[in-house]
């Protein structure tokens, strides 16, 4: 019987530890950065690594750049493996599931970027994401039909607070 309440006693204590381990724990932060530049201008910016269609790895950026309290730019940067080549100068299509968001000005010709990177003038695009539905980008791959990279909800949700962020 001593055998029987012992282990009984562990097991009640190990699960009152581990359901105040969980229950304390604090929520889940978004991984927007904070990059401190020249003078009273800042750089915030989401780094996720999404895989498009075709299986293919890419890194997408996004990030803003604010002066003074006031937002100057709004980009988001796609660079894929080398060996990958975007066409410039083509707007990126941005869609949330059948819903067009709209096209993104290409402005990878105003940087001295590599041809396997797309920069986007994205600010007209995420003032228009109003929940986090996945968005749905369909990059114009050189040589290639068009790839599409998927956005996830928690990605988006990101994006979102990084708009807000100042």
């Known amino acids: 019987m001593k055998k029987y309440n012992f282990w009984r006693k562990t097991v009640i204590i190990i699960t009152i530890c581990l359901y105040l381990t969980i229950a304390n724990s604090p ?4 991984s927007i950065h904070k990059y401190p530049e020249a003078g009273d201008r800042v750089m915030f910016r989401s780094v996720q690594s ?8 890419w890194q997408v950026v996004l990030y803003k750049r604010v002066k003074s309290g006031v937002v100057n730019s ?4 796609l660079v894929g493996f080398p060996g990958t080549e ?6 990126l299509n941005v869609a949330a599931g059948s819903r067009a968001m709209g096209m993104a000005n290409d402005i990878w010709s ?9 920069e986007y003038d994205f600010k007209s695009i995420i003032t228009q994401v109003e929940s986090n539905q996945p968005l749905r980008l369909n990059l114009p791959v050189k040589g290639e039909k068009k790839a599409a990279l998927l956005v996830p909800p928690f990605a988006v949700r990101e ?8």
Do not use: Y
Not at 27 to 30: C, E, N, Y
Not at 74 to 77: G, V, W
């Open 110 to 118: 105003e940087s001295d970027l590599p041809v396997n990177v797309g």
């Open 50 to 57: 999404l895989r498009d269609t075709d299986e293919k790895a």
């Open 74 to 77: 709004f980009n988001l940067r």
């Open 159 to 166: 994006w979102r607070l990084l708009l807000e962020t100042n």
């Open 27 to 30: 929520p889940a932060f978004a």
């Open 86 to 91: 975007l066409q410039h100068p083509v707007p």
